[in-house]
């Protein structure tokens, strides 16, 4: 019976093909299922954050005077890096100290085709020797080798002493080696005492300026201004702080010492000419012997006085 039922699916089968067959020899169309997944499109208006090709020959460098970079051991160390990527691309930059990783940063390529980063170097002592290494993906772009100096910050003013007065606006000037943009903090003490402080950054020419309102401190104080970068005291100088009429005073009491010594100079090349005419009028007295007639005169009054004598 198995044998049966198995010959009778054959047989279905078999005529279920052969109306197939003839089907298609009859010209019926026959419906082919042509359906497939629809293509996905890629949508090209996305945004790329950073769209340099690898493959392009890109190029940079650490833009700075002389052979080597120099550095302060202050933070806000500004570095720029020039460069033909394109803007938006963000470049790596690993901060090297003896040879050994220190720290890595990030710049990114502004417009006009430079790169600025901010480096913070305090932890540094001078003398160690420092390298730049900058990085787009797994390229190397450049490499800049440099040292950490010693800093110096000096203040510019007048006289043995900063004077400022008891005003407001009052501006205190400092040169220093530090690369320009540090920020730096200037402050003011007086016995110990907190006065005032004003943050400043070092401009292009290394000078940076604090402005201070001292209006408020009494005329007559002294103190001392100190210039820190965090908790490092950098330079220190001493001050005071006066009014106007105390200013005007300390200007005419060093006015006349400058006055006074030219006048003497004066005085002397006056006392000389004077010397030198009295010479004259002396030799002049000495040969005549009468002021106003010469010798032959002289002679003549005298002859003529004795021949008078005789006569008489």
Do not use: C, W
């Amino acid at each position: 019976m198995f044998d049966t039922v198995l010959h009778r699916q054959v047989l279905v089968a078999a005529l279920v093909l052969l109306a197939g067959v003839a089907g298609v020899a009859a010209g019926t169309p026959v419906t082919i299922d042509n359906t497939s997944p629809p293509v996905q499109k890629i949508d090209t208006s996305v945004a790329q954050t950073d769209t340099t090709n690898e493959s392009q020959n890109l190029t940079a460098t650490v833009v700075h005077d002389g052979d080597d970079l120099e550095f302060g051991p202050t933070h806000g160390q500004n570095v720029s890096i020039r460069t033909n990527a394109d803007a938006g691309t963000k470049l790596m930059v690993e901060l090297r100290e003896n040879g050994a990783y220190t720290d890595q940063y990030e710049a990114t390529v502004s417009e006009n085709g430079t790169a600025t980063l901010s480096l913070d170097l305090r932890s540094l002592e001078p003398g160690t020797n420092v390298s730049l290494v900058v990085r787009h993906g797994q390229q190397t772009l450049t490499k800049a080798s440099g040292v950490v100096t010693e800093l110096s910050v000096t203040f510019v003013h007048e006289g043995d002493r900063l004077v400022v007065q008891q005003a407001t606006d009052q501006t205190i000037r400092v040169e220093t080696n530090a690369g320009a943009g540090t920020n730096l903090t200037i402050e003011a003490k007086s016995g110990g005492e907190f006065l005032k402080a004003s943050g400043v950054t070092v401009a292009e020419d290394g000078m940076a300026t604090g402005t201070f309102d001292f209006d408020d401190v009494a005329s007559g104080t002294e103190f001392t201004v100190s210039v820190r970068d965090g908790s490092r005291t950098l330079a220190e100088t001493d001050g005071v702080i006066l009014n106007e009429s105390a200013m005007a005073t300390e200007t005419t009491t060093d006015a006349p010492t400058e006055t006074t010594t030219d006048d003497t100079e004066t005085t002397a090349d006056d006392t000389k000419t004077t010397a030198d005419v009295p010479e004259t009028t002396t030799q002049g007295d000495s040969e005549s012997g009468v002021p106003g007639f010469g010798v032959p005169v002289a002679l003549l009054a005298l002859v003529a006085g004795v021949a008078l004598a005789r006569r008489a």
